[in-house]
Every structure is written in structure tokens, then in C-alpha cells.
């Protein structure tokens, strides 16, 4: 079946713009989660969804970061006034019910800010 | 506070040298631990989850083993396929988040033909 997919693949902006990256999960899903790899390091948590709600949000760096998941499926993690320093792979995750549950990645969005 | 460290950082192996590769935690309440192996430019692929300690799991030339504080990924006759960025991940509960998962940095593996 499809896995998760995650749009665009690839981002450049301007500092101080605004950005929105779209998640696509696994059907039949309810934990859809977001994580931020940078070079050389592992995925760090953002935020955790269990249906429509934030269930997690501790990981989202500062209020510039925000994520909706408005019918329990697709998820868009939104970035305002963006820094070069949010440049990095923005990392979806999904599965089944959320807990130790196993959590399937998406390709990945790299975002580039200049 | 909730911790991974895996080691090596980086490995280099001839073809058909087998190898194993470190992951330590350190968790208040494990509840799971995942592998991940991760190719340039693309995202984790899910290996295998571990729930105890003592379980092992196997698939191909790989093998996941877990003890109260570390995890074992042996690979046996490596091939230049398997060259990649394997991750170790935990789940615990107690940590600050219901759901996430606590990564380590990585282990490089390169195997040469």
C-alpha cells in the first residue's frame, strides 16, 4: 500500500517568509507525528497528533511553528518569519494508534533558507 | 533526562566482514526500542522493534538484540547494499511526550566490495 508521502521535496525561501509543508500519512493512521533532522544528526520531535488534535506540541522550537491536522489525516507543519536556521529535513511519521505503536517516515521535505 | 547514544559514529567494513553496531539508552520506562536504517536524501525505513529484554529479531543479514540498557544490530556477511545511516530509537512515555521517539545520532556504515 502507499506509505507516507510528503510535499514539496524540497523548499528554498527567503528568510523572513512564510513556508508550509504538507503530510500525507499512511491510511487508517491516527498518530501522525513531525520531526527535524539536521546534517548529521537524528530526527528531533515536534509534534504528535492522535486524531485532529495536538497531543504533543513540546518539540516545536518557538511560536514561529505551528501544525494543523483539521480532519484527522493530512497535516500541514507551518513556519512563520522563517531563519536560516530552520533550514533542515522536516521529517512525517505515522501510525496505527499512536503509544510504542511503530512509526513509518515519509521521503522527507528539506527546507533551504537563504 | 531521556538519552541514545550509539556507537560507532561511522564504520567502515569489507564485504562479508561481519560487525555489530552499539545503541545504549537511557530511559525512564522503556517501552519500545526501533531500528532504522536510513539512505542519503530519503527517509527512515522501519527494521525492527524490540519491547524486552532478552527478544531478538532477524531479517536477512540482520540481527537486533536487547538488553536493560543497550541494543545490539549485528550484521553478518555484510553487502555493499547494506551501506547506510542506521538509527536507534527509543519510546518512553515518562520522557515528557506520549508519543515521540528519542533518536541517536547514527551509525555511517560503509561496506566495500
Known amino acids: 500500500g502507499a506509505g507516507v508521502s510528503q510535499t514539496p521535496s524540497n523548499k528554498v525561501t527567503e528568510k523572513g517568509k512564510y513556508v508550509e509543508l504538507r503530510c500525507d500519512p499512511i491510511?487508517?493512521?491516527?498518530?501522525l507525528y513531525w520531526y527535524r533532522q539536521s546534517l548529521g544528526q537524528g530526527p528531533e520531535f515536534l509534534i504528535y497528533?492522535?486524531?485532529?488534535?495536538?497531543?504533543?506540541d513540546s518539540g516545536l522550537p518557538n511560536d514561529r511553528f505551528f501544525a494543523v491536522r483539521p480532519e484527522g489525516s493530512v497535516s500541514t507543519l507551518k513556519i512563520q518569519r522563517t531563519e536560516r536556521g530552520d533550514s533542515a529535513v522536516y521529517l512525517c511519521?505515522?501510525?496505527?494508534?499512536?503509544?510504542?505503536?511503530?512509526?513509518?517516515f515519509g521521503p522527507g521535505t528539506r527546507l533551504t533558507v537563504l | 533526562e531521556d538519552q541514545v547514544t550509539q556507537s560507532p559514529e561511522a564504520l567502515r567494513l569489507q564485504e562479508g566482514e561481519s560487525s555489530s553496531l552499539n545503541c545504549s539508552y537511557t530511559?525512564?520506562?522503556?517501552?519500545?526500542l526501533f531500528w532504522y536504517r536510513q539512505d542519503p536524501g530519503k527517509g527512515p525505513e522501519f527494521l525492527f522493534t524490540?519491547?524486552?529484554a532478552g527478544e531478538e529479531k532477524e531479517k536477512e543479514r540482520l540481527k537486533a538484540t536487547l538488553t536493560k540498557k543497550e541494543s545490539f544490530l549485528h550484521i553478518t556477511a555484510p553487502k555493499p547494499e547494506d551501506s547506510a545511516t542506521y538509527l536507534c530509537?527509543?519510546?518512553?512515555?515518562?520522557?515528557?511526550?506520549?508519543?515521540?521517539?528519542?533518536f541517536g545520532k547514527g551509525t555511517k556504515l560503509s561496506v566495500k566490495p
Open positions: 530509537a527509543v519510546h518512553s512515555p515518562y520522557g515528557g511526550s506520549q508519543g515521540n521517539l528519542i
Open positions: 530511559v525512564s520506562g522503556l517501552r519500545g
Open positions: 491510511s487508517g493512521h491516527t498518530a
Open positions: 497528533f492522535q486524531g485532529t488534535g495536538a497531543a504533543d
Open positions: 524490540l519491547y524486552s
Open positions: 511519521a505515522s501510525s496505527p494508534g499512536g503509544g510504542a505503536d511503530t512509526q513509518y
